[in-house]
């Protein structure tokens, strides 16, 4: 694999993206941070170009929802991997979260080399 893959992780909560952001580098991903859907679209906007969004759900202002509706929205990223990630027990929010567009959902907390795992399993599809 010559270039690194980009993954982004967008967050509200620091520790989650602390936690993802360094096991995704051990793993040998490059990341990329946001910690609101604004944030996020705010980077792809200017240049960002992540293989794998991993998108948490409820976050305040925009919802990892609209977040991922706008993603796909944009042409660059129609086919750019997105992974929700969800709370146990919102099994109707992951479905939601596939019907706006995602590609996969990871239910928190969650294990980071499960997450690993499942992350290069998404990037080999």
């Known amino acids: ?44 906007s200017k240049g960002a170009k992540p293989d794998l969004i991993l998108l948490d759900i409820m976050m305040p202002g925009i919802s990892g929802y609209e977040t991922c509706t706008k993603i796909r929205a944009i042409d660059d990223f129609k086919k750019t991997k997105i992974v929700m990630l969800t709370a146990k027990g919102q099994k109707g929010d992951a479905e939601e979260g596939l019907n706006s567009g995602a590609d996969d959902y990871i239910i928190k907390p969650f294990d980071p080399y499960e997450l690993i795992e499942q992350v290069k399993e998404i990037m080999e599809q």
Do not use: H, T, W
């Open 1 to 44: 694999m010559a270039d690194k893959i980009n993954i982004m992780v967008v967050d509200d909560e620091p520790d989650i993206v602390k936690i993802v952001k360094i096991a995704m580098e051990l793993a040998g991903f490059q990341v990329i941070e946001a910690c609101s859907g604004e944030e996020c679209l705010d980077k792809l």
